[in-house]
């Protein structure tokens, strides 16, 4: 005999539907299973609710709270950590696979002399920028200059304040995790 539904229906606290309580009532006068079953479960069920409440030892909520707390930022960082060395990980993949590329895509000859005119390339280009900040330089008059320097330099404070609050926000309410 298949016992499966009415076991579920006799160890779950849900109300069933009506025609669900009929068939469940009907098996029990039929499967002294069930009816075994049906009893030890009001016979323990009664014992449950007839238990007394235990009341926690002193201090347990303080503890328990300190605790949380402390395990919340143990969780904190290990996500943090965790995040890293995902990043970290799928970084050094994508440099290994471009590395490995480019290695066997073109010979060390080629390779060689791409490097050496990139390097000798950007140092051309660096000189010719040199050059230019410097008649730049030359022909705008120093009071506006100092005005440039001034400017740069309060928004870079601006920009270091708000870093500032941020991360003094953050670090005393936490990243929020859901």
């Keep these: 005999m298949n016992h499966q539904p009415f076991n579920e229906w006799i160890y779950q606290d849900a109300t069933l539907t009506e025609q669900d309580e009929q068939e469940l009532k009907a098996h029990l006068k039929t499967c002294p299973v069930c009816q075994d079953n049906d009893k030890a479960w009001q016979d323990v069920n009664g014992m449950l609710k007839s238990a007394p409440m235990m009341p926690a030892a002193p201090g347990f909520v303080n503890r328990w709270q300190a ?84 400017v740069f330099a309060s928004w870079c404070t601006v920009l270091v304040l708000a870093w500032n609050l941020v991360f003094r926000i953050s670090s005393r309410k936490g990243i929020p995790t859901k």
């Design 67 to 150: 605790s949380l707390a402390d395990r919340r930022q143990k969780e904190l960082r290990r996500q943090v950590w965790m995040g890293f060395l995902i990043l970290s990980g799928a970084f050094l993949l994508t440099l290994a696979l471009i590395i490995l590329f480019i290695v066997l895509n073109h010979s060390p000859v080629s390779l060689f002399t791409q490097v050496f005119e990139s390097l000798t390339g950007a140092w051309l280009v660096f000189l010719e920028a040199k050059a230019s900040i410097t008649h730049w330089l030359q022909t705008i008059p120093p009071l506006l200059i100092g005005a440039g320097l001034l």
